[in-house]
């Protein structure tokens, strides 16, 4: 009965969570109707708490299919509970991800989970431990795009497109970055089982570096322009007008001065 009712608690949804989903609801709400004074303060609430939930369902995802490949410590772990305190790293979960999206809008969930890799039997349930991440973010991505591809866009409000359009260009870098076979990246996570041991061994001093190397490359103009260029073809691919990308950035970073056209689209 103990055990069970551990269980039980190990799953429960977090209040935290829930508080962030709330968060988003309402200030979704606001973005939609025009209620709030300041709609910059709108999206950016708005944007920031969506990017956390997605951050978390990224994490619940590693963990949930970990527990189904054989990590039942994951539960006692908290990962279970979608709490963002429980994937939280200080440097990694906070401070580089919120750096990035509001100098670039490149978005990165920076949570954690640790993962008792030595649980896990099978190179394929290890590959879709480390791929059920960015999937998530890939899932994320087309729901947020949904209305552009499918062309719902009638009688939706042009903040709240600017929102979904700048929400969605953080969800497909997120996709994008993390599915890159860079150590310490959930890309690397999926083909890391099939590399021999001794490869394991040498690439393994740089996993903690990944990350910033990847940033890093992405301030060479070269780099970031194919980047970025690969992004925008995704999301034009997918419906997503450029212009609602470039304003919802620009509504995001509230405490900028407004861009006349984007300002423009609101009194259309």
Known sequence: MATATTRHHERRISP????????????????????????????????????IVSLCLHEYAHARTALHGGDITVGAKGY???????????????????IFVIMGGIGLPGGAVFIERGRIRGRWKHSLVSAAGPLTNVLFAIVCTAPFWLDALDGVPFAFRFALAFLAL??????????????????????????????????????????LAVFGLLFIPEVNHAFFGMIDAVLNGLGVDRDYRVCGYQFFRFWTAPDPVCEAYLNY
Do not use: C
Request: net charge neutral.
């Open 16 to 51: 935290v969570f829930l508080g962030i989903l709330a968060v988003m609801a309402v200030t979704g709400w606001a973005v939609w109707t025009g209620f709030a004074a300041n709609p910059g303060l709108a999206v950016f609430l708005f944007v920031t708490s969506a990017w």
């Open 80 to 98: 279970l509970t979608l709490d963002p305190l429980k994937y939280t790293h200080p440097l990694l979960s906070i401070g580089l991800p919120l």
């Open 170 to 211: 953080l969800q497909v870098t997120a996709a994008i970055l993390n599915s890159l076979p860079v150590p310490g990246l959930d890309g690397y996570g999926v083909i890391e089982p099939w590399l021999s041991y001794r490869i394991r061994r040498q690439v393994e001093p740089f996993a903690s570096f990944g990350l």
